[in-house]
């Protein structure tokens, strides 16, 4: 046990270190005042939003980690693109059918795209993300790479506040600062944010129609073309030279049609000189993808092809697609977010904290997967995939039951 001549120095160490880094935030945000009065913010604004910040070190980790660029496209995928997120959007184009329909005669989108963004952004507005904006963007502002752009960030947000398009210190997005039902960055709001509901305000937090709209016009100013798809999965003949492969590597589809490329589910391309571009997200064992025009609209959003991926595949399914045709080249398929909650669900019965069972695989979930890879003779990844879940099923004790269940003779109640 620390005796308390060894405990006091190392707790007064730890408060220096939070107080240094909040005064460092409070002197950095008091040299911005001038320039954030320069970009039209008034002082009292300024003061009234910035006073008292704290900063968030966790928001400095995040920076340099981004799952769409670290994660395997499988388990990307199977999260985003699983059975309930589909369910649920169908039942959402039914609920707003008018709406979209308003939408795609403003825009030209089609109403699966737009409610497709909506789905892998914020899972249908269940998840805006926790960190609070102000405090994310001012420390970003202040300490990493990329200080300028944050600070233009901070400015835009500060800007929409003193607009009245938003209200309230506790608004909450991701750890970069985009938020809302798409999770819009705050200058990207203030360039393509619209009235969706006519009620005077661009309110992409509490106004589904504005924030659906606001897609919209997002994805057109992006490039959008009405009525034509965003590409095809695409089946490629034997021998074929995949360093024709890369987003930015276009040509005609009567080119790709001469070198024997098909659809996917057996179907001609159109005999159009319409430029396309080949995507191998795993290599040439895994799934093809045709892309046109509208999927570099897609990208724009976000850019990572995972990301656009996971949009243009929860569109088509949305529509009534079936999903990819071809298999991702893995011996160890992703999970849902179901089999992710099954897996949290046999951690904690086995007794580990990994907090609520949600279906987000993070640092407390990965710590207790590698503990029980290692204990069942697994690779030790800190990998949710499905022979982790099947070895957690295998290893998990039966139920036992009831001692009295054979002599039971009133019915048992049943939940609805």
């Not at 001038?34 to 008034?42: C, L, T, V, Y």
């Not at 985009?178 to 360039?191: D, E, I, V």
Request: proline residues 6%.
């Amino acid at each position: 046990m620390r005796t308390p001549s060894l405990i006091l120095p190392l707790l007064l160490a730890l408060s220096a270190g939070h107080t240094s880094a909040n005064d460092d935030l409070s002197a950095c945000l008091a040299r911005l005042q001038p320039q954030a009065k320069a970009a039209g913010i008034r002082a009292d604004v300024f003061a009234g939003y910035t006073q008292g910040l704290q900063s968030d070190d966790t928001v400095l980790d995040a920076l340099d980690y981004q799952p769409e660029f670290r994660t395997p496209i499988w388990d990307y995928l199977a999260g985003l693109v699983d059975a309930q997120r589909v369910q649920d959007g169908q039942a959402l184009l039914e609920e707003h059918a008018a709406l979209l329909r308003d939408i795609e005669a403003a825009y030209g989108v089609d109403p699966a795209t737009v409610v497709a963004v909506w789905g892998v952004e914020s899972d249908y507005g269940r998840t805006f993300g926790s960190k609070p904006l102000l405090r994310s963007l001012a420390t970003l502002s202040c300490a990493g790479r990329r200080q300028a752009f944050f600070q233009g960030e901070l400015f835009a947000l500060l800007k929409l506040f003193q607009a009245g398009d938003l209200s309230g210190k506790d608004l909450t997005g991701s750890w970069a600062g985009a938020f809302g039902h798409t999770q819009f960055m705050p200058s990207t709001y203030a360039r393509i944010a619209v009235d969706g509901d006519g009620d005077g305000r661009r309110d992409l937090v509490g106004s589904v129609p504005d924030a659906l709209a606001s897609t919209a016009n997002y994805l057109k100013r992006a490039g959008w073309r009405s009525g034509q798809p965003w590409g095809h999965e695409a089946r490629l003949p034997a021998g074929f030279d995949t360093g024709l492969s890369g987003r930015t590597a276009r040509r005609p589809l009567t080119d790709w049609r001469a070198r024997g490329v098909v659809r996917a589910d057996g179907g001609e391309l159109p005999a159009d000189d319409r430029a396309a571009a080949l995507l191998l997200p795993a290599g040439k064992q895994g799934p093809a993808f045709l892309v046109f025009r509208n999927y570099d609209a897609i990208y724009s959003y976000n850019a990572a092809e995972s990301y656009a991926l996971a949009i243009a595949l929860l569109a088509d399914q949305l529509r009534g697609g079936k999903g990819l045709q071809a298999a991702w080249p893995t011996d160890d398929p992703g999970l849902s977010r179901a089999g992710r909650r099954e897996v949290q669900e046999h951690l904690l019965a086995l007794g580990h904290d990994i907090g609520p069972v949600d279906g987000m695989i993070g640092k407390l979930s990965r710590e207790a997967i590698r503990s029980e890879q290692a204990r069942l003779g697994l690779p030790v990844d800190g990998r949710a995939g499905q022979r982790l879940l099947e070895a957690l099923r295998a290893a998990a004790p039966s139920p036992t039951p009831p001692e009295e269940a054979t002599i039971e003779t009133q019915p048992r109640e049943t939940n609805p």
